[in-house]
């Protein structure tokens, strides 16, 4: 069977000022309708295979315990940055990019629940593919597992959780717009729409089944939904060297993962609108009874000072 058809054709003319191709618009619209009409041969259900949409909330429920805000601070215990991190082993094993964590003196990882875990080592940087692997003292985490390798492709619906400018949790979906390559820095990267911010580095970003396919790691301001990530392929490349047994990642959970902390959180990580007064009042709720004067005086703060988002404070049961 032919699938033959004739179309008419038309010649482009070009702007010298713009240096662009154009085409008589009467023409250009003829040339769409014969296209599509050809198109119409094929069945709809083929050209769309693949890009069914993601169960967000499903997703969201199962992959947000495993994803952390990564706290960076100075010296003297001061944040002076924030990215996200995920897990990638039930052993403690968490993802990130490299220029999250570079000139951090400390990092702490804070999980859904609450819980801190610091930053015990850093296993691995990838600075080229802008990937870190990070170690806390924690069992029993729920973790992410890798897509197969080639598997985001062009149109790939995609979902990345993490934690723009604090917001722990954000989730945002998208596509993948492009996988490319920039020989200026050796690197592939997959080009995704999906919105990310600052904050948002080292964020996972998921297919229609919560595994990972990319370590979110930049944007471009100039334009629009132009971000960019380091494929899961150099991430997997990273694990076989440094990273956890495969039985410790290669099967992910079947049903949305329990949060399980390893430890009580011992701080407090000042989140979006905080008051010293609503500081009180929340640790109250967790047992600890404190006035805020009391936790300013014992984290040096100035009468007038403003809170960040992902600013440490001490508590009166932390330890100094």
Known sequence: MSFARSCPTSSPTRNPRQGLASFPTSSLLKEMSCFL??????????LLAGTEPPDLPAIAKQTRPAVYLLVLQDEDGNTI???TGFSISSEGLLVTNQHVIAGAHSVVAKAENGGLFPVTRIVAIDKINDLALLEIKAKDLPFLSLAPDGSAEAGTRIAVVGSPLGLEGTLTEGIVS??????????????????????????????AQGRVIGVASFLLQ??????????????????????PSTSSQATPPTSPVQNKPATSPTSYVVKNGDTLSRISRDLAKRGINTSPEEIRTLNHLPTNSVLRPGQILKTPTSHP
């Open 81 to 83: 940055g924030a990215g």
């Open 37 to 46: 009409g050809i198109l119409g041969l094929f069945s709809v259900s083929t």
């Open 178 to 207: 492009a996988r490319r390559r920039l020989p200026k820095e050796r690197r592939d990267v997959l080009q995704i729409s999906a919105p990310i911010s600052k904050g948002s580095s080292g964020s996972p970003v998921l297919d």
């Open 222 to 243: 100039d334009g629009q939904s132009l971000n960019f990530a380091s494929p899961s392929e150099k991430l997997r490349l990273l694990l076989k060297k440094f990273g």
